[in-house]
């Protein structure tokens, strides 16, 4: 199965950049995926996913993890402050943090519920009008203010512009990270993993690669 494929992919690239085997962790993106496609992936071992909608993700998880002992669920979409409820309940690890008010939403959410997802903060890196994220110049300030609100996030994530090289953008991603001794760095999709693992990537996140085009109808 194709994820075979991408799993032997990734430890070739952590061997080629002389990361150690297994530092790389992969997350299925299992978004809009027919689910015999999902279950399929799980039965072959895979338990890290990740989804881009809340309540798409609340339809489908609670009936697998029933099933499959072990799953870890990442949020790597856009993520509506008024989701952050439902958000801190089900999420493992939520990669979108671009903005204050979500900070203070999930900063309060953890403690009502007290439940501690791991946090990665979005940056914009291609300065992109239309796209979420800190900007790379305001990423201190924001760093203070997730402290102040007792956030500790983990790592940087980022989604580079589409039509460029994405080498640059994951490097000044990992230059942040390192700026402000973040360990964890979420970059790297179908189209560019292994040059996010080569620039130092510890998160990759694909799904069409493994599951196959997603079709949205
Ligand atoms: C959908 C999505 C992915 C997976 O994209 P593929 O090209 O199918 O690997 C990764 N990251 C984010 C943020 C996504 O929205």
Redesign the pocket.
């Known amino acids: 199965m194709a994820l075979d494929d991408i799993t032997r992919r990734i430890r070739a690239a952590e061997d080629a950049a002389g990361r150690t085997p297994g530092s790389v962790t992969l997350i299925a993106?299992s978004?809009v995926q027919p689910p015999a496609r999902v279950e399929a992936v799980l039965e072959a071992g895979q338990r890290v996913f990740?989804e881009?909608y809340v309540q798409e993700a609340q339809g489908k998880w609670p009936g697998w993890r029933a099933r499959f002992a072990g799953v870890e669920l990442h949020m790597?979409?856009p993520l509506q402050t008024n989701k952050a409820k439902a958000a801190v309940s089900l999420f493992d690890a939520i990669?979108t943090l671009d903005r204050s008010s979500l900070a203070r939403k999930l900063a309060q959410q953890m403690d009502e519920q007290n439940r501690r997802p791991q946090v990665f903060v979005q940056v914009n890196t291609g300065d992109e009008p239309q796209k979420a994220g800190i900007l790379a110049d305001e990423l201190p300030g924001f760093l203070r203010q997730c402290a102040e609100l007792g956030l500790a996030p983990e790592g940087l994530m980022c989604?580079p512009p589409e039509a460029e090289d994405p080498a640059p953008h994951f490097r000044l991603l990992r230059r942040l990270a390192e700026d402000h001794g973040l360990a964890g760095l979420s970059m790297g999709?179908?189209?560019n993993f292994e040059t996010a693992i080569a620039e130092g990537a510890t998160h990759v996140?694909?799904?069409?690669?493994i599951f196959g085009a997603?079709s949205y109808d």
Request: charged share 20%.
């Open positions: 993106v978004k990740g881009n790597i979409g990669h989604i999709m179908s189209a996140r694909v799904g069409s690669a997603r």
